[in-house]
């Protein structure tokens, strides 16, 4: 079984830092593309949280727009774990932050990020 469970989620004020984590455990092995949604709670009804960021096997990255310059997706294969490094942050980035291996069903259950003075 597959599970992927995040960490790191917090309250931060504006101009603040977090970083997320997500461990990766199970029969996956390790070479698998991995990304970063959110959802706020104006998409509490939406099909699928917005996507922020990509790191792929080979280790290039992509992100959203508006993340760009301020989030850095990394990887420690030895661990098997990802991180979401979030700087800069602002109040539109709350959110609950979720990842996910891509081309399959596997998610984790998210933490909660919260940007607010």
């Known amino acids: 079984q597959v599970q992927l469970v995040e960490s790191g989620g917090g309250l931060v004020q504006p101009g603040g830092s977090l970083r997320l984590s997500c461990a990766v455990s199970?029969?996956?092995?390790?070479?698998?593309?991995l990304a970063w949604y959110r959802r706020t709670s104006r998409q509490a009804s939406a099909d699928q949280p917005d996507w922020v960021a990509t790191i792929r096997d080979d280790g290039s990255t992509e992100y959203t727009d508006s993340v760009q310059g301020r989030f850095t997706v990394a990887r420690d294969m030895a661990e098997n774990t990802f991180y979401l490094q979030m700087n800069s942050l602002k109040p539109e980035d709350t959110a609950i932050y979720y990842c996910?291996?891509?081309?399959?069903?596997?998610w984790g259950r998210g933490t909660q990020v919260t940007v607010t003075a």
């Open positions: 199970g029969n996956i092995g390790r070479r698998y593309d």
């Open positions: 996910r291996i891509l081309s399959t069903l596997y």
